[in-house]
Structures are given as structure tokens and as C-alpha cells.
């Protein structure tokens, strides 16, 4: 069982790492809302990330043939696709309905674990799942109200799902920081078409510093779950990343003046149960040791 102290540690690097992330996709809602193109948005934080990080990622000659794995290529490909839709949900979404139905992605990954990885999780695993999921639904409103932006939302939280499928089977092969720094190269190189299509707005100072922010507080956030990955396994941390929806409650409302309605904050606070409810799961069973890192995560 991971001790207390490690235990806080380990909630508070994760929080701070949420809500770095939340930051940059706050830059990321006020540009697109400022009508910048989310692809211009998406590809200056995967390129401005990737420069930042690449001289920490140890990076070697003989890892560069690996860049064009097709599976490594696969997974990079659907973290760029998730990070399109959500940022072009936020064009018009309110930013923690975003984040409630983005989480549809622990789902759509138990699907596939059990599908393709032959998993089997427990059954209290299952039913919290399925009160996420529940809250997702309320969040989302399916035909009651849902929205262009609500379905780019859930697309999002889809191709996140499976990247996280992809994640595990290649955590194994790779370093996190081979995986880390593989997703953002190859996200820029996939990006760079899409964004010189795009019309790119005249330049200035607000503009700038938003694109900076966007970009910076997503490789933070990443740099330090990587760093937390270095003490705690995935399924330890997992259940932590949910604690993103109180960053983005509460800069939705600060930023924005955006006041989730009650249908909504029921679905988000049913989200939070079932991710509190996963870590004290994990925390029962005793599987806090410190060991196999998580799955790093540059939304």
C-alpha cells in the first residue's frame, strides 16, 4: 500500500498537472472563441510542446526508426484527433461540460481493453465505470438539448479511449518519455497541413501569449504526470486525472462566467464519485505500489 504522505504527494502533483492542462485548454477556448481555427490552435501546441520537452524526452538516435511504427503512428494519430474535437467543442461549449463528456473516455477504454486486451476488471471497477458513464449521459443531454459541440466532445473523449488502448500496448516497448515525446513530434508533423490551410489570424501580443499559454500549460501538465509516473502505477493515478473537472468548474465559471445547470452539475458530480470511488477501489485491493507508469496525456 502506497503510505499517506506518498499518497498526498501524489494527488497533489497530479492535481497541479490536471490543472496546468485545463489552463492551456482555457487559452485554447478563449482563441477559437476569438476565432482562431482550432487546427492552427492544436498544431502550436503540439510543435511549441514538443520543442519544450524534446530536450528532456533522452531521445536517442537508434529510437528515431521506432517514430514511424505504425503503432506508434496509430496512437499519436488519435491523441491529434482528440485534441482537434475538443478544441473545437470549446469553441462553443461551456468548458466543463466539455471535460464531463470528454470522460467518456475511461469507457470507451474498458470496451476495447476487454475486446482486444482480454481484460477482465472487477466487478466494483464496472459498476463505477457505469456510474461515470451514467454522468457523462447527463452531461451530454443525448437528444435533449445535445449539441454539434457535445458530439465533438464525446469524439474526443472516443479517440482518447482508444488511445489509451494503444498506450497499453506499447507500454511495454517504449519509455513514457519515448511515448510522450513520439505523440507530440508526430502530432506536429500530421498538424502542419492542417494548419497552414487554416487562415492564420495578424499576430499580436494577446495572441501570442495565448498560444504560448495553451501550448506551455499542456506540456507542464505532461511533463509532470510523466514525473509522477516515475513513483505510481496507471491504475493509481487514473482515478486522480478526474480531479480535472474541479479545475475546469471552477475556471469555467472565473474565465468564462459559465454556470454548469443542475442537469449538468449532477452528471459532472456523479463523474467525480465514480473516479473517488475507482481510487479507493484501487486502494483496498492494495495495489498502491510504486512501480509501471501511466499513460501521459496532452489534452
Known amino acids: 500500500m502506497t503510505n499517506t504522505p506518498d499518497l498526498l504527494r501524489l494527488i497533489a502533483t497530479v492535481f497541479i498537472a490536471v490543472t496546468c492542462v485545463v489552463i492551456g485548454d482555457t487559452a485554447g477556448k478563449l482563441l477559437t472563441g476569438g476565432g482562431v481555427d482550432p487546427f492552427i490552435v492544436a498544431w502550436s501546441r503540439f510543435f511549441l510542446a514538443a520543442l519544450m520537452l524534446l530536450p528532456f524526452s533522452g531521445l536517442t538516435r537508434r529510437e528515431l526508426p521506432a517514430l514511424l511504427d505504425w503503432r506508434v503512428l496509430l496512437r499519436a494519430g488519435l491523441i491529434a484527433s482528440g485534441i482537434c474535437?475538443?478544441?473545437?467543442?470549446?469553441?462553443?461549449?461551456?468548458?466543463?461540460?466539455?471535460?464531463?463528456?470528454?470522460?467518456?473516455?475511461?469507457?470507451?477504454?474498458?470496451?476495447?481493453?476487454?475486446?482486444?486486451?482480454?481484460?477482465?476488471?472487477?466487478?466494483?471497477?464496472?459498476?463505477?465505470?457505469?456510474?461515470?458513464?451514467?454522468?457523462?449521459?447527463?452531461?451530454?443531454?443525448?437528444?435533449?438539448?445535445?449539441?454539434?459541440?457535445?458530439?465533438?466532445?464525446?469524439?474526443?473523449?472516443?479517440?482518447?479511449?482508444?488511445?489509451?488502448?494503444?498506450?497499453?500496448?506499447?507500454?511495454?516497448?517504449?519509455?513514457?518519455?519515448?511515448?510522450?515525446?513520439?505523440?507530440?513530434?508526430?502530432?506536429?508533423?500530421?498538424?502542419?497541413?492542417?494548419?497552414?490551410?487554416?487562415?492564420?489570424?495578424?499576430?499580436?501580443?494577446?495572441?501570442?501569449?495565448?498560444?504560448?499559454?495553451?501550448?506551455?500549460?499542456?506540456?507542464?501538465?505532461?511533463?509532470?504526470?510523466?514525473?509522477?509516473?516515475?513513483?505510481a502505477e496507471a491504475s493509481l493515478i487514473a482515478p486522480l486525472v478526474y480531479s480535472q473537472l474541479i479545475s475546469a468548474t471552477a475556471l469555467g465559471i472565473v474565465v468564462f462566467g459559465e454556470w454548469p445547470d443542475l442537469v449538468s452539475l449532477a452528471g459532472l458530480v456523479l463523474i467525480a464519485i465514480s473516479g473517488l470511488g475507482s481510487l479507493l477501489v484501487h486502494q483496498r485491493a492494495g495495489r498502491g505500489r510504486l512501480s509501471t507508469p501511466p499513460c501521459p496525456r496532452t489534452l
Open 85 to 231: 474535437c475538443i478544441l473545437t467543442a470549446l469553441k462553443t461549449e461551456p468548458i466543463a461540460n466539455v471535460f464531463g463528456a470528454f470522460f467518456v473516455g475511461p469507457v470507451v477504454s474498458y470496451v476495447l481493453a476487454i475486446l482486444f486486451l482480454g481484460e477482465r476488471p472487477s466487478a466494483p471497477r464496472s459498476l463505477l465505470l457505469g456510474l461515470g458513464f451514467a454522468g457523462v449521459m447527463l452531461v451530454v443531454k443525448p437528444g435533449f438539448g445535445s449539441s454539434a459541440g457535445m458530439g465533438f466532445a464525446l469524439a474526443a473523449g472516443t479517440f482518447y479511449g482508444a488511445y489509451l488502448v494503444m498506450t497499453r500496448t506499447l507500454a511495454g516497448r517504449f519509455r513514457p518519455r519515448f511515448l510522450l515525446i513520439s505523440q507530440l513530434l508526430i502530432g506536429a508533423v500530421v498538424l502542419t497541413p492542417f494548419g497552414l490551410q487554416a487562415d492564420f489570424p495578424v499576430p499580436d501580443v494577446p495572441l501570442l501569449v495565448l498560444l504560448l499559454i495553451s501550448a506551455v500549460g499542456s506540456a507542464v501538465g505532461n511533463f509532470l504526470l510523466v514525473m509522477a509516473s516515475r513513483t
